[in-house]
């Protein structure tokens, strides 16, 4: 790939509570990697975006592909009602091949015109059509996992597996998504009530012998807590029941919720190097609670933000940046006044680098990062103080106003896909 | 006016919690108000919005017209330091007409644009730009109250009155806001701490004499709280204090926020028929906490939705429910779990009928209620459920996800907008 350079109003984090801003900067791009950040005009090709902000791509670390059909829709109930009810009937219906096409095109495309670069997907237990998905996401542009869901207890007929078939399925979705080279499969047990001992021994094997990154759902709601308990005796913790099954801490590993982790589970996530998976907009509609994240930010774990699609009803990492900064107030405010609500700046932070880091280097316009940049035409928002506005004041005002509107222009791994 | 009739997919609520429904509807008008509700086509011309969602106007029960120009702007802070370092400083520049005439125009043009049918807005001390404003809400065709804001004490120089001006400046603001018919005044102390005892004893005799409504600031937050009851030993507590001078209870009033009431201001509230105004986007923006919404309803006290831009960064009632719904939630998982979250259609019609009952009948399609009425075109709301959900199930999936897109046409006391 040739090099290029984007000129705008360069907005990016390289640490958490920190912009570095240029405005009528240059972004040289080359090999699909960051190669400098400068005010002087370089020597290749410009891509005139004047007056735009530019900012890196956002990733969104947790979301169902099934249930953005319905994203914004049953919000009157709680986690296990909701899955019974409404979630669990949904996703069976991605068995359907032609089901699947129609739904997973909707949500490609609007992942391809929001500021989204990197995601990490839960599919359903049907292995071509998770497939199908990362076929989709792959043509939309995107980079980053697919997981073929796996589920052999306290399921509805219509979406349990047989464990040897779970087990046998995950092996063919493997071999089959080795084809795909931007989006690669991640394993992804639903959660532990979802699968029996023996299904997760099997899993932990292979995600050994494969060096296989993992995601699951960890301490999201209170019931959910107790119910493991009970049916993980051997285990100290929710968590150290994954640990357990070699799915905490020996290979990457996304962790979505944590809304009610204890201390020990904190400490064997940092040791880990396991990244949190923050959706405060689901954690909010779930009734499940608010993540003590500047917690885990204090010490040291990774954490990024996720939408969580369809516990979240919005597919907009703005929103989600929105959202984090909200519940971080009234945990402050209601829970724990020793945890400062996060900035703007530490949202932002963790929406694009931090979150990013579990794809590798994406998510800031630092030199040998990844390409990922999202150009906003913010010229749009309407106020009468917008031409006093920093580049810092405008990436908020465009976040809280306009989340996901006016995206003109995104580039993933150097790639322009508009 | 003459009768006519808009055809199309009619959902509303009388009562808390219950939507009424009627697919292929018409929703017949005459003289401005609402005639009926069919199956049937009447004989009157028809308006077809045939497949369109219609529901009732909404109420913004308040708002600050000159921080439109910054909300979305400054978040990472608190009320009282919010108010000092942004909100105060802004306001003074509302003394340029010029400057005033730009923010209000834009203000003005969105609110037409949304689902917002009726308002209760405050301005700032300047008589002559919230006579502007009123002159461009009345011209964008909303309905509602607007308030010249009185404040004689801590308050920065540049928007602090004397005492006797805020008197006479009220007095020629009353005078003058005579000549609209839509936005009428409203007596609008900015909030205790802003007005001295001399100032707010001269507005209550204002209040009594021409009995005029009142808007103000009540328990939006704990230190405000701690300032009030250091600034009037006189008083039994926050509310008792607008008690002592007329403000509550004696004409209609509308308090905003309410975040921190004791028992005996809610049963102040209840006697008097206070209007609560729940905003709860601005109650999380400024880490004020979360308002017992459940408990108003249940002690049968006046509740409305409202935006409180700035402390709120959206204009949309569409987003209000929402995050009515989203904090109700964490506060019956974090506060107090005999509260019971609040559902949609609850939240739905606090928006609608709840606050649209501080301006008359407004907010429900009931025989006699003002014809209100906005029109929304959710065949744009993108996901292959769509022909299989039901009119709740519509409008719940587009508060969540499209807030104030897609609407498409609006009558305010059955005079078509657009």
Not at 125 to 153: F, P, Q
Not at 338 to 358: I, Q, R, T
Not at 369 to 394: F, G, K, M
């Amino acid at each position: 790939m040739a090099a290029y350079s984007v000129h705008g109003d360069l907005i990016w984090t390289e640490s958490a509570g920190e912009f570095r801003t240029m405005e009528g900067g240059y972004l040289t791009v080359d090999g699909g990697k960051i190669i400098s950040v400068s005010q002087d005009r370089p020597s290749c090709p410009v891509i005139d975006m004047a007056g735009k902000l530019v900012i890196p791509g956002l990733s969104d670390l947790h979301l169902h592909a099934p249930q953005y059909a319905f994203a914004g829709l049953y919000m009157d109930e709680e986690l296990l009602e909701w899955l019974e009810k409404h979630t669990f009937p949904e996703e069976a219906k991605y068995g359907d091949m032609e089901y699947a096409d129609k739904a997973y095109s909707i949500l490609a495309d609007d992942l391809r015109r929001g500021a989204t670069t990197r995601v990490s997907v839960f599919g359903t237990i049907h292995t071509d059509s998770v497939l199908l998905l990362m076929k989709k996401l792959e043509e939309a542009g995107l980079s980053g996992y697919a997981g073929k869901v796996n589920m052999d207890r306290n399921s509805p007929d219509i979406l349990r597996e047989e464990t040897e078939e779970s087990i046998r399925e995950t092996e063919r979705f493997l071999r089959a998504a080795a084809s795909f080279r931007e989006i690669r499969p991640i394993i992804t047990p639903r959660f532990i009530p979802s699968c029996s001992d023996e299904l997760m021994e099997a899993l932990g094997r292979i995600v050994l012998r494969d060096s296989l990154p993992v995601q699951t759902h960890l301490d999201e709601n209170l019931s959910e807590v107790e119910w493991v308990r009970e049916l993980c005796p051997f285990s100290s913790s929710y968590a150290d029941a994954y640990k357990h099954f070699h799915m905490l801490g020996e290979t990457p590993a996304i962790m979505a919720h944590c809304v009610w982790p204890v201390e020990s589970e904190m400490e064997m996530m940092r040791e880990g190097g396991v990244f949190v998976a923050h959706a405060p907009s689901s954690n909010t509609n779930l009734a499940s609670g608010i993540a003590p994240v500047r917690k885990f930010m204090e010490k040291g774990i990774h954490v990024g933000l996720a939408t969580d699609v369809a516990g979240g009803s919005s597919l907009s990492m703005f929103q989600m940046i929105h959202d984090a900064v909200s519940v971080s107030k009234l945990r402050w405010r209601l829970v724990d006044s020793s945890e400062k609500p996060l900035l703007f700046s530490e949202a932002f932070y963790l929406a694009s680098k931090g979150g990013g880091a579990f794809f590798g280097r994406t998510g800031s316009f630092e030199p040998g990062y990844d390409a990922d940049i999202v150009v906003i035409d913010d010229s749009r928002c309407r106020t009468v103080l917008h031409d006093q506005l920093s580049p810092a004041e405008r990436l908020e005002f465009y976040t809280y106003r306009h989340p996901d509107e006016f995206v003109t222009a995104k580039f993933v791994k150097g790639r322009r896909l508009f």
